[in-house]
């Protein structure tokens, strides 16, 4: 069954795509990070055939159709680009967006590289030498980074709990 709602004049929509954005956030996290609402922003015409068709034929499948592969081409864009990568809940409540992003980088970067040292870090992360240790001391405490070695030979690699 196909109920039409329009309480408002204008926004009906976004309205409604927010409440999708948060319903999914809070099936899982990496929502957050998905940018679904440009995937149909660049497709809008379609968004709006598929709302005509959805009244039309009093159905909503068409549209939930649409926004499914929306959703689906958001996470394929992002997994393909190598941009996305799926924190653990353990972690995620743990870190703040910065230490996710730069968690991100350095996930990224140990697919290729068993090991990282600070040096290569400031490089990488484009960061200063003190917040690299602050984000390597945090990942350590988290179990996230296991240190090797000692002082200014200490290198890093990914534990293997994160690296699954």
């Known amino acids: 069954m196909y109920v039409y709602l329009k309480p408002l004049s204008d926004g009906n929509g976004r309205i409604g795509r927010l409440w999708q954005s948060l319903i999914l956030c809070k099936y899982n996290s990496v929502f957050e990070y998905l940018p679904i609402e440009t995937l149909v922003y660049e497709n809008q015409q379609q968004y709006y055939d598929a709302l005509k068709k959805a009244e039309d034929d009093a159905s909503s499948t068409v549209f939930i159709e649409f926004m499914l592969e929306m959703i689906l081409k958001t996470i394929e864009k992002f997994v393909a680009s190598n941009s996305l990568i799926i924190i653990n809940e353990e972690y995620n409540s743990k870190l ?69």
Do not use: C, H, M, Q
């Open 96 to 164: 703040t967006k910065t230490e996710k992003e730069v968690l991100n980088d350095l996930i990224r970067y140990f697919s290729k590289n068993e090991f990282i040292d600070s040096e290569s870090a400031v490089v990488l992360l484009n960061k200063s030498k003190v917040n690299i240790r602050k984000y390597f001391g945090k990942f350590v405490k988290l179990d996230i980074l296991i240190p090797i070695g000692k002082n200014k030979g200490r290198k890093y690699k990914l534990s293997d709990e994160v690296s699954k």
